[in-house]
C-alpha cells in the first residue's frame, strides 16, 4: 500500500489563484511534512505539521492535518508563477525514515 | 543559513564501475539519510545513519551499497558496481534530532552506462 498519496497529480492555476493539494496516508504517523522539488532539482522543505497539531501556517501556506481521515491538505494562497513546482508530502513514525508520495505538479500561469 | 552540500553534482559511470557519492550533512545534526528518485518517480528511503551505524535500511539498500561516515563531517554512499538501474538522483539528508525537519542536499544525479 501506498504511504503518502498525494492528490491531484496535476493542478494547473493562474496567478493569483489558490492552490490546494491533498495528502492521504495510511498507518500512524509521527509528523507529516511537505516538500517541494523544482524540476530535476533538491527537495525543499516547507513545513512540518505533527500528529497532534491540526493546522499550520507559513506565510502563504497552510497545511492541515486529520488524523481520524488520515489527510493532510496544503494550500498556497495568492500563488505566484515562482510557486510552480511538484509538491510532495513525506510522513515520518517513530522511526524516522520519511515516505514520500507521488506528487502534485503545480504549474501557476502568469 | 546553514545547508546540506552534496559532491559530485552529476555522475556518470560505465555499468559494473564503483561510485562514492558525498555528502556533507549540517553540522550540529545527528541523523543521516540517502534517498533516491529514479527520473519521473517519487523520492525512496534508502538508508538511514545514526551513532555510527546504520539505523535502519530499506530492501533497495543491498549488498552492493555502503554507506560510511570517515570523519566528522563527510557521509558517504557507496555503491559497489552500479547497475544501469541505479541511475537516478541520489538525495542525502540531515536532521537535528530523531524526529524534525529534514534538510536535502541538491542532490547527485547518477547515470550509469
Known amino acids: 500500500s501506498q504511504q503518502g498519496e498525494e492528490d491531484p497529480q496535476a493542478l494547473s492555476i493562474q496567478e493569483g489563484e489558490n492552490a490546494t493539494m491533498n495528502c492521504s496516508y495510511k498507518?500512524?504517523?509521527?509528523?507529516l511534512q511537505w516538500y517541494r522539488q523544482n524540476s530535476g532539482r533538491g527537495l525543499v522543505h516547507l513545513i512540518l505539521i505533527r500528529s497532534n497539531e491540526r493546522e499550520k501556517h507559513s506565510g502563504r501556506l497552510r497545511v492541515t492535518l486529520d488524523t481520524s481521515k488520515k489527510s493532510s491538505s496544503l494550500l498556497i494562497t495568492a500563488s505566484r508563477a515562482a510557486d510552480t513546482a511538484s509538491y510532495f508530502c513525506?510522513?515520518?513514525?517513530?522511526?524516522?525514515?520519511?515516505?514520500f508520495g507521488e506528487g502534485t505538479q503545480l504549474t501557476v500561469n502568469p | 543559513e546553514p545547508e546540506v552540500t552534496q559532491t559530485p553534482s552529476h555522475q556518470v559511470t560505465q555499468m559494473g564501475q564503483e561510485v562514492i557519492l558525498r555528502c556533507v550533512p549540517i553540522s550540529n545534526h545527528l541523523y543521516f539519510y540517502w534517498y533516491r528518485q529514479i527520473l519521473g518517480q517519487k523520492v525512496e528511503f534508502l538508508v538511514s545513519?545514526?551513532?555510527?551505524?546504520?539505523?535502519?535500511k530499506s530492501e533497495i539498500f543491498d549488498d552492493q551499497f555502503s554507506v560510511e561516515r570517515p570523519d566528522g563531517s563527510n557521509f558517504t554512499l557507496k555503491i559497489r558496481s552500479t547497475k544501469l538501474e541505479d541511475s537516478a538522483m541520489y538525495f542525502c539528508a540531515s536532521v537535528q534530532g530523531a524526529s524534525g525537519e529534514q534538510y536535502f542536499g541538491p542532490g547527485t544525479r547518477l547515470t550509469v552506462t
Open positions: 545513519f545514526y551513532n555510527n551505524e546504520i539505523s535502519e
Open positions: 498507518t500512524s504517523i509521527n509528523n
Open positions: 513525506a510522513t515520518d513514525r517513530k522511526i524516522p525514515r520519511l515516505t
